[in-house]
């Protein structure tokens, strides 16, 4: 298991995922469509070049999701209990297909669950960050995590 159980974070605690992932045409497509999102900026090559970004600009929604994706397996995987929720998210930067994306997770609140004594809350901070090394998300992740031994 990959994952960290809630007793074994620390406040500060880094990581730079090492999973990366290009961004395609058909990840853009698929996300958008399935999530009946019509805005043309994800959908109509026409209207994406007559706009201020000249090109098809991949949709928030998948980039917050694939951000989230990528930083799992090095921080929830098999001791989530739940993510309690997404706070402060921003994207600073556009996201267009071809773009490679890698993450970064920073512990930033850690706290014992009032409610489960088996688990605790981490709060991360979670950054998405393209080949140029711009930052194109941004959000705070809020897990009940399991201590070790909790079930």
């Known amino acids: 298991m ?4 809630f007793d074994k974070w620390q406040m500060g605690d880094r990581i730079e995922h090492e999973i990366r ?13 399935m999530t009946h999102n019509p805005q ?11 706009s201020e970004f000249g090109q098809i600009l ?24 739940a993510n309690l929720g997404y706070d402060k998210l921003v994207m600073p930067k556009p996201v267009f297909i071809g773009d490679t994306l890698h993450a ?8 014992e669950s009032k409610s489960r004594p088996d688990a605790g809350i981490v709060t991360f901070v ?12 941004r959000c705070e992740r809020s897990a009940l995590l399991k201590k070790r031994g909790g079930s």
């Open 104 to 111: 970064t997770s920073e512990v930033v609140g850690l706290r």
């Open 2 to 5: 990959a994952g960290r159980h």
């Open 126 to 137: 979670h950054e998405a960050i393209n080949q140029r090394g711009e930052v194109v998300c």
């Open 21 to 33: 992932r290009t961004v395609t045409e058909t990840d853009n497509l698929l996300f958008t469509t």
């Open 58 to 81: 991949v949709n928030g929604t998948f980039t917050f999701s694939l951000m989230v994706g990528l930083s799992v397996g090095d921080t929830t995987l098999g001791t989530l209990v």
């Open 40 to 50: 043309p900026l994800h959908l109509d090559l026409e209207a994406a070049k007559a």
